[in-house]
Structure formats: structure tokens, C-alpha cells
């Protein structure tokens, strides 16, 4: 963890002080949860289909294993976020993490390929609890530049672990197709570390009600705005680790090492990008139309080109802008949200990122149907980006210029 993101002494937990780093640890590892579920499959989808080839649309439904938990996230999290501001962020937590494990460990003795899918969906519930509670609670736990730190640890610690499980699901599927899914017992271990750990949180004001009269109703418009804009950067922000090895496949790069080698660069480029986020000062709103121009520099690079070098060097250039870009959005929208509708926010914007996700190579597949080549669908995908980035200048108000101090008064 880094040291500019240590914990404050005290912080929003009605009175109960944090036990040091292992409540953000915790939190860091349950946002990895949904990504776990997300990459850790993928390298035994062949052998999933080789042991299902006897089922009728086999060739259909075995993909569904490791994209329906994605899909049923982006549906569902705005129902999870309801029950977090009405059951409670921590005691959801804990129960949803307890039952990932569950779900997730069911294909070890499930020999129906529709009752895996089923098994699936439900993993994907359990994500939008996790996923929507673990970015609720660092919102309630902390505020300021140590939110903002920990939103981009949040995001570090997603793009490296993505990295960390493609690598683990294929050396475990080696031993089977079923093996990998015993990581997800994590989930046991999690679950009673959280409950004990995690302080319950309350708002800042707790101890005086606020009247009603002052109680403002829930900001549709203004997260309506950011959960599309999500949609978006969530489908620039997965381009890059969906697309890379078919790109490199189109230059006629045949060696997996290689491959391998130019994924984990550009997940590196993510995480300095979130490194970078803890670096610069407030003002999210502000620097996204920068944010989109670095991601469209980079896709406009990574179609153009025809040579290795420069795929690689725009793919990076692109991710580093991502590695921004993500916590710059998800700090924008919980600065919106109150204590009280918190729950309902990061909800709606945690199915907005995972619609992106989900819609990003079906987007890309059907522009490549229509340009011909997936360099093209990327390139397509850069002007669109800049064009965001053009109307999101146009659109942000422009930091009001401090007033010249007069000559003839003293500082």
C-alpha cells in the first residue's frame, strides 16, 4: 500500500476507531472479488466446451459461464444498492461475501452445464452486493484526498490482480477444468475477517437527525449523467486487455510469451495511471476531457499503425489514461451522493461500469463487422473518444481565476 494513503487517526465510524490497515485491505480485497469471477475461468473454457460437447448449444452457452456474472452485475446493482442503504453496507457485505463462496464453489460437484449457468448468475448477484458495498464503505470511511487514494488503490488493485488471476486460473486448470473454481472459497475466509474487522458506519452527523425539510431528494439527474459517461469510459477502459491479443494476432504475432508480455506492459500502464491519480489535486470533473484525450491518442495510435512498436506504445499510452480515468469517475459520482444515498449511488454507478463492460466487444465485434478489421473498430472507437473528450471541454465549467491582489496592499 502506499504511504501517502495511510489512514487518518480517526475517521466517520461512530466512534469506533479503524484497526489500522486491515479494514482497507479487506475492502481492496473484496473489489477484487468481481474480477476474480470476471478472468479466472477463461483459460479452461476449452476444456469447459470439450467436456459439454454432448449438450445441445454447448458452443453458445459455455461463453455465457464467464460473461452471465458481468451481465447479471450490471443489472442488479442498482438493486443492491437499494438494499445497502436499507439492510446496511457491512451486514450485507458479509453475508453476500459468505455466499460468493458458496456459488462460486457449486461447478466443483454440479454436472449440468444449465445448473452452472445458473450457479453463475448467482455469483454475479453476490458481485453487485460485494462490489457496491466495498465502494460504499470507502466512501463512508473516508473523505477527502484519502478517499480519493483509496478509489485508486481500489483501481490498482483491479488491474493487477486481472493480471495476477488469468495467470493462477491457467496454471490451476492444468490439473482440470473444474480446479479453478475452488478460489473461490476465498469468499469463507473473507467473510468472518469482515464482519469482525469492518467498523459499522455511520454519517458524519450522526448524532444530530437532519430535518426533514433538509433531506434532499435522491440526485437522478445528476448521476443519470455520470452512470452514462461510466458506460462509456468502462468500454475505453476494456478495449485495451479484451482486444490486445486479437490486434497482435491481426500483425501475425504468433507467440503467446509475446502476447503475454505486451497484456501485462499494459496493465502495468493502468496501474501507473492510478499511481498518478493520488498525485494530482481535486477536481475530477475538470480534468476528464484530458483524461479522454490521452485514451483517444492512444486508440488512435493502436488502430493506425501496422508495425508491433507502436501497437504496443499507443496500447500503453492508452491505459495510462484509463489507469486515470477510472477513479476520476467513480470520485466524481460519490461526491454527488450523500451518506444516505450513497448505497443507491455507487449502485447505479458499479452497473453502469460493468454494462460498459459487458457492451465493449460486442460494440467493437459489430463495428468490426462493418469496417472489416478489428485496427479499424479501434480507430473508429478513438475519434468517438475524442469527440467525448471535445464535448466534455465544452461542456466543464472552467476554474474561476483567482483576483489580482492590489499593488498597494500589504500581504
Keep these: 500500500m502506499p504511504a501517502s494513503a495511510a489512514l487518518p487517526t480517526h475517521e466517520r465510524t461512530g466512534g469506533r476507531d479503524l484497526l489500522g490497515r486491515l479494514p482497507v485491505v479487506l475492502l481492496m480485497a473484496g473489489s477484487c ?78 454436472d449440468s452445464l444449465h445448473a452452472i449457468l ?10 453487485a452486493a460485494i462490489m457496491t458495498c466495498c465502494t460504499t464503505l470507502i466512501g463512508d470511511y473516508y473523505d477527502g484526498r484519502v478517499r480519493d487514494r483509496y478509489l485508486a488503490l481500489q483501481t490498482m488493485c483491479a488491474s493487477a490482480s486481472a493480471t495476477v488471476f488469468f495467470a493462477v486460473g491457467g496454471a490451476l486448470g492444468s490439473a482440470g477444468w473444474r480446479t479453478p473454481f475452488w478460489l473461490y472459497a476465498v469468499g469463507l475466509l473473507l467473510a468472518p475477517a469482515m464482519a469482525w474487522a469492518l467498523p459499522a458506519p455511520t454519517p458524519a452527523a450522526a448524532m444530530e437527525p437532519v430535518p426533514a425539510q433538509e433531506r434532499r431528494p435522491f440526485p437522478v439527474r445528476r448521476m443519470a449523467g455520470i452512470c452514462l459517461l461510466t458506460v462509456f469510459g468502462a468500454a475505453v477502459f476494456y478495449t485495451v486487455p479484451v482486444e490486445m491479443s486479437f490486434l497482435m494476432d491481426d500483425l501475425g504475432v504468433e507467440s ?19 499511481v498518478l491519480f493520488t498525485k494530482l489535486g481535486d477536481h475530477s470533473r475538470r480534468r476528464l476531457p484530458a483524461l479522454f484525450l490521452l485514451c ?10 501496422d508495425h508491433l512498436a507502436l501497437l504496443i506504445i499507443g496500447a500503453v499510452v492508452n491505459c495510462v489514461g484509463t489507469g486515470l480515468l477510472l477513479p476520476s469517475l467513480l470520485t466524481l459520482a460519490l461526491s454527488r451522493l450523500d451518506f ?22 460486442l460494440a467493437l465485434l459489430a463495428a468490426q463487422g462493418v469496417l472489416g478489421t478489428l485496427a479499424s473498430a479501434v480507430l473508429l472507437l478513438g475519434l468517438l473518444t475524442l469527440l467525448m473528450s471535445a464535448a466534455l471541454m465544452l461542456l466543464t465549467p472552467r476554474a474561476p481565476k483567482s483576483p489580482p491582489q492590489s499593488a498597494g496592499v500589504q500581504a
Excluded: N, Q
Excluded at 503467446?256 to 496501474?271: H, I, K, N, Q
Excluded at 483517444?296 to 499503425?305: R, S, V, W, Y
Excluded at 455507487?346 to 461500469?353: E, M, P, Q, R, V
Design 296 to 305: 483517444a491518442l492512444g486508440f488512435l495510435l493502436m488502430g493506425a499503425t
Design 340 to 361: 444516505a444515498d450513497r448505497g443507491r449511488g455507487t449502485g447505479l454507478w458499479t452497473a453502469a461500469f460493468f454494462l460498459g463492460e459487458f457492451l465493449c466487444p
Design 118 to 127: 445458473v450457479s453463475r448468475i448467482l455469483v454475479g448477484i453476490t458481485e
Design 256 to 274: 503467446t510469451g509475446m502476447v503475454g508480455a505486451a497484456t501485462a506492459l499494459a496493465s502495468a500502464a493502468t496501474v501507473l495511471g492510478s
Design 33 to 110: 472479488l468481481p474480477i476474480l469471477g470476471a478472468v479466472l475461468i477463461a483459460p479452461v473454457l476449452p476444456r469447459i466446451e470439450d467436456h459439454f460437447a454432448h449438450v445441445a448449444g454447448s458452443a453458445a452457452l459455455v461463453p455465457l459461464v464467464l460473461t452471465v456474472p458481468a451481465l447479471s452485475l450490471a443489472v442488479l446493482a442498482p438493486f443492491a444498492g437499494v438494499l445497502v442503504d436499507r439492510l446496511g453496507r457491512k451486514r450485507l457485505l458479509v453475508a453476500a461475501t459468505a455466499l460468493y463462496a458458496v456459488f462460486g464453489t457449486a461447478p466443483l460437484w454440479l
